[in-house]
């Protein structure tokens, strides 16, 4: 006869249930950074009104079509040159385009205003 008190059965088990959950809240937090990352690695970083057609064209455009918008040979298209009708340069703007981002959260105003920059380089 032992009046040695048990431990309440499932002690250990809660213990490594804890440890469970702690590590499922760290993986959830780890991807919700990662997808975080992702979303706004192209996101809008100007302001209602903050850029003009040229500001938006220096800010997200520029890095890989040049100042001149002239490309990179083999690599940036040439967008003076560009084949594609106003709607179609439109959509590859917002939705992407293989290498290229998508810069679709932009204020609507602001795709025209790009694009009276574009045509302006062109003459
Ligand atoms: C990270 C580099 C990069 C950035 C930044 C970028 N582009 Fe592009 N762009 C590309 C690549 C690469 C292509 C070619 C895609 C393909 O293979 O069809 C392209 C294609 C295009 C096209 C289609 C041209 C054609 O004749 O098919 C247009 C229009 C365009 N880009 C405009 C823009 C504008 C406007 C911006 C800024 C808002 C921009 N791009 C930012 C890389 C980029």
Redo the contacts with the bound molecule.
């Keep these: 006869m032992s009046d040695q008190e048990s431990p309440p059965a499932n002690s250990g088990g809660f213990g490594k249930k804890v440890a469970l959950i702690g590590v499922v809240l760290l993986l959830l937090v780890g991807i919700g950074l990662i997808g975080h990352h992702h979303a706004t690695r192209?996101k809008r970083s100007h302001e209602k009104g903050e850029l003009n057609g040229e500001g938006?064209?220096a800010?997200?455009?520029?890095?890989?079509?040049q100042a001149d918008a002239h490309?990179v040979a083999g690599?940036?298209?040439?967008?003076l040159?560009?084949?594609?009708s106003e709607e179609?340069?439109?959509a590859?703007?917002k939705t992407?385009?293989?290498?290229?981002?998508a810069?679709g959260d932009?204020f609507p105003e602001d795709y025209g205003l790009?694009?009276t920059y574009?045509q302006s380089l062109k003459k």
């Design positions: 192209n938006l064209y800010r997200y455009c520029m890095r890989c079509h490309g690599r940036y298209p040439d967008l040159a560009s084949k594609l179609e340069s439109l590859s703007i992407g385009k293989a290498a290229m981002p810069f932009w790009l694009q574009l």
